[in-house]
């Protein structure tokens, strides 16, 4: 069953490139035809136009943007600033014991689990996420561009401190397994609540330990 | 930019580059390219639609004019 949907949302993601290409192609003839044709302006000429700069356009950005907000999920994206490599290679590393790596294996996000685990889970998530994230990027050309990476382990931090909530997100804490344990049935509220971070050092926090290493308990 | 002509070849031009950083970051999706596409082509596309509508705009408005003035 997995096999099938993971398939389906390979074609999928497939298949906006596909009409992403298609409509830009379009688009472009009728460019094309104007610029080498020089028509006169007749309303036809507008209709045409108004095709070829607006209504393909439009639907070629759509796909593309569908296409693309999937592409700055992965994990190779964020990699893609050079200082994040020390967390991606960590996550990628299969003898990493570390909770991100932990959470880079399963077919279902592996490859986007930096997304999965530091995204907002709020109505507009996806829209506050990009925000920051576009902050991340100005503090990074400003602030990081030629920083080794190594050199960032305990300047780089996490704005807020992390909510057990996005834990929760797909961790319900509601099955028995999770109650019976020790640590967690002495503090069931008190983790629900956020109260008790499940990150803390001790339960499963750091989730990027290495990252701790030259200073030590850098918050 | 002169004439309407001109500023709808202008559209077109905006409009390819447009296209290009579109076809370029789902062909090859990399940090640059994705970036690029979802910003600056944005950019680019709305305001190729903006300079046609434009166009279209003065030119409903002069045609009225005109209409107005044999009246």
Known sequence: MEKVSISTVKSIADLLVVATILFAVIAFAIMLWYLARRPPLTGVTKLVLLAGIFVFPLMSAMSGNVSGYDTTQKREFCGGCHVMIPWTADAEDPNSKSLASMHARNELFGDRNCYRCHEDYAMFGAVTTKATGMVHLLHYVKTYWSVPAEETFGRIHIYNPYPNHNCMHCHSTELDGFEELADHKGAIESIRSGKESCVSSGCHGPAHPFSKVTKEGAE | ?71
């Open chain 2, 1 to 71: 930019m002169r004439t309407q002509e001109g500023r709808l070849r202008l559209a077109c031009w905006l409009t390819i580059a447009a296209l290009a950083l579109f076809v370029w970051s789902v062909l090859d999706p990399g940090v640059v390219a994705v970036m690029l596409a979802m910003s600056l082509g944005q950019v680019l596309g709305t305001a190729a639609t903006a300079l046609f509508f434009w166009v279209v705009w003065t030119d409903l408005r002069r045609a009225r004019v005109i209409d107005r003035e044999r009246r």
